[in-house]
């Protein structure tokens, strides 16, 4: 185990996804996808954690799922390089999280951040359901399962990843080394981090309508950038302006790359430029907009273009989705089988187990006569009791002792395999495998 990098991240399908995700998360998967520095890559759709808060809407989390997918191959992830899957699909993710859960208590749950916002968000307050306040140890299974290294999100999934931490430490410190710890990668760019909505507010979120999707029309895009929130004090052109908390600003620290001045604002040499003028005063908002718009155009044009192409097969998607999750099925088994080990509840693939248990529980195989002196063996339990030997078939469902000074009875303890042994008053002799004590003689039945 060990040196392997592998990358794991997913997202939520209860919309499509905007222009936060790209910036957070989604460029960054296809440059890393791209760079082939990691031996992996997965990336799902976690419609089971969307069900936790919205088990009373299946339709929509259905409907998003392939929503997400489509956005995913507009942005450039691509399947033969990366394993693209849905959740509900992988049972042993299930299993994980049953274990999992014993290694975290109720009052550090309460305590994650993450959790903690959300559900003061959805109002739950009271009614928390337990899947949706336990969605951090299933997250940890997600992660775990496929032994990701790796895990590039936004900001808040920060308080996921140090669960998903502490779950693999405190796995690895009762059953031994068996999970890989993961790390967070978060984007360098402080304004990726998290992109505020078009009006200023900090999380950009379909409920709150400020959001710009991935698959948004051109006008659309325009008619969000026109409308952004600025700076509320920079009413005229004249006057000096603030960058920080100017929504228009941020999008352009996520966004603008030195070539689009050539291209789009040649009056420009650089971003710094741009954003000293604005504060001096003298550069209005619609001016810096149109800037943003084009660079916007731009960026996602190619996008919703290739998420049309897309469109045109969605068996195609489906396929893609159903052989993804395959391969994640694969994947996620070999760990849930490392774990059940670890977790000594792998009861039907361990040798040694069986091998343990015969020794335990005392199996000989015994040797009689019968009345007429014919020889057999009889496979036995037995036990030492009072200075008498106790065998009991298993087969024959009868007990019998035999006295420990009986002349005529010989008892042999071997770890041969393939004994023969001779019976001391019939002339035959006997061939057997495995662990064995042999006793010749008169039996008490
Ligand atoms: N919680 C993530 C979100 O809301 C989605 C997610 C579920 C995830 N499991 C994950 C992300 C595992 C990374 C790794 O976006």
Same mark, same amino acid.
Not at 214 to 236: A, F, N, V
């Given at each position: 185990?060990?040196?392997?990098?592998?990358?794991?991240?997913?997202?939520?399908?209860? /919309?499509?996804?905007?222009?936060?995700?790209?910036? &957070?998360?989604?460029?960054?998967?296809?440059?890393?996808?791209?760079?082939?520095?990691?031996?992996?890559?997965?990336?799902?759709?976690?419609?089971?954690?969307?069900?936790?808060?919205?088990?009373?809407?299946?339709?929509?989390?259905? #409907?998003?799922?392939?929503?997400?997918?489509?956005?995913?191959?507009?942005? &450039?992830?691509?399947?033969?390089?990366?394993?693209?899957?849905? *959740?509900? #699909?992988?049972?042993?993710?299930?299993?994980?999280?049953?274990?999992?859960?014993?290694?975290?208590?109720?009052?550090?749950?309460?305590?994650?951040?993450?959790?903690?916002?959300?559900? *003061?968000?959805?109002?739950?307050?009271?009614?928390?359901?337990?899947?949706?306040?336990?969605?951090?140890?299933? #997250?940890?299974?997600?992660?775990?399962?496929?032994?990701?290294?790796?895990?590039?999100?936004?900001?808040? #999934?920060?308080?996921?990843?140090?669960?998903?931490?502490?779950?693999?430490?405190?796995?690895?410190?009762?059953?031994?080394?068996?999970?890989?710890?993961?790390?967070?990668?978060?984007?360098?760019?402080?304004?990726?981090?998290?992109?505020? /909505?078009?009006? /200023?507010?900090?999380?950009?979120?379909?409920?709150? &309508?400020?959001?710009?999707?991935?698959?948004?029309?051109?006008?659309?895009?325009?008619?969000?950038?026109?409308?952004?929130?600025?700076?509320? /004090?920079?009413?005229?052109?004249?006057?000096?302006?603030?960058?920080?908390?100017?929504?228009?600003?941020?999008?352009?620290?996520?966004?603008?790359?030195?070539? @689009?001045?050539?291209?789009?604002?040649?009056?420009?040499?650089?971003?710094?430029?741009?954003?000293?003028?604005?504060?001096?005063?003298?550069?209005?908002?619609?001016?810096?907009?149109?800037?943003?718009?084009?660079?916007?155009?731009?960026?996602?044009?190619?996008?919703?273009?290739?998420?049309?192409?897309?469109?045109?097969?969605?068996?195609?998607?489906?396929?893609?989705? *159903?052989?993804?999750?395959?391969?994640?099925?694969?994947?996620?088994?070999?760990?849930?089988?490392?774990?059940?080990?670890?977790?000594?509840?792998?009861?039907?693939?361990?040798?040694?187990?069986?091998?343990?248990?015969?020794?335990?529980?005392?199996?000989?195989?015994?040797?009689?006569?019968?009345?007429?002196?014919?020889?057999?063996?009889?496979?036995?339990?037995?036990?030492?009791?009072?200075?008498?030997?106790?065998?009991?078939?298993?087969?024959?469902?009868?007990?019998?002792?035999?006295?420990?000074?009986?002349?005529?009875?010989?008892?042999?303890?071997?770890?041969? @395999?393939?004994?023969?042994?001779?019976?001391?008053?019939?002339?035959?002799?006997?061939?057997?495998?495995?662990?064995?004590?042999?006793?010749?003689?008169?039996?008490?039945?």
């Amino acid at each position: 185990m060990g040196k392997e990098k592998i990358i794991l991240t997913g997202d939520r399908p209860t /919309g499509r996804l905007h222009i936060g995700h790209y910036v &957070g998360s989604l460029k960054r998967r296809v440059d890393l996808q791209d760079a082939g520095d990691y031996s992996k890559m997965f990336i799902f759709i976690a419609d089971s954690q969307a069900l936790t808060d919205n088990i009373d809407n299946p339709e929509k989390v259905r #409907q998003n799922v392939i929503e997400v997918a489509l956005d995913y191959l507009a942005c &450039g992830i691509d399947p033969s390089k990366a394993t693209i899957f849905i *959740q509900s #699909q992988i049972p042993e993710l299930c299993e994980l999280s049953f274990y999992y859960m014993d290694l975290v208590s109720v009052s550090r749950l309460q305590r994650n951040p993450t959790v903690k916002s959300e559900i *003061q968000m959805r109002n739950f307050e009271a009614s928390i359901p337990v899947g949706f306040f336990t969605y951090p140890i299933s #997250q940890a299974a997600d992660i775990t399962a496929f032994r990701a290294t790796t895990v590039p999100v936004g900001e808040d #999934q920060e308080p996921m990843l140090e669960q998903a931490r502490e779950i693999v430490r405190r796995f690895n410190y009762i059953y031994g080394e068996t999970l890989v710890e993961p790390e967070i990668l978060l984007p360098d760019n402080a304004a990726c981090l998290r992109l505020p /909505g078009t009006d /200023g507010k900090a999380k950009m979120s379909k409920s709150l &309508g400020n959001c710009i999707y991935l698959s948004e029309e051109p006008e659309e895009i325009q008619k969000k950038i026109m409308s952004m929130y600025t700076d509320p /004090g920079h009413l005229r052109v004249q006057d000096p302006g603030k960058i920080e908390g100017n929504t228009v600003f941020t999008y352009l620290d996520a966004f603008c790359r030195p070539e @689009h001045f050539e291209r789009y604002l040649p009056d420009y040499p650089n971003l710094d430029e741009l954003k000293a003028h604005y504060q001096r005063g003298g550069l209005g908002d619609v001016k810096v907009k149109r800037f943003l718009n084009a660079i916007m155009q731009e960026t996602l044009e190619p996008i919703r273009n290739r998420r049309k192409e897309f469109s045109k097969d969605i068996p195609a998607v489906y396929e893609m989705l *159903q052989k993804g999750c395959e391969v994640a099925r694969a994947a996620a088994a070999e760990t849930l089988a490392d774990v059940k080990k670890a977790m000594k509840i792998n009861y039907f693939d361990d040798k040694e187990l069986i091998e343990e248990t015969i020794k335990k529980c005392d199996i000989c195989y015994v040797g009689l006569a019968d009345t007429d002196g014919t020889p057999y063996v009889l496979p036995m339990n037995f036990g030492y009791r009072d200075g008498v030997i106790y065998l009991h078939s298993a087969q024959e469902g009868r007990s019998i002792s035999i006295l420990e000074r009986n002349p005529r009875v010989c008892i042999t303890f071997s770890t041969d @395999h393939d004994l023969v042994f001779q019976h001391p008053e019939v002339a035959c002799s006997y061939r057997m495998r495995s662990k064995s004590v042999i006793c010749w003689g008169k039996v008490r039945f």
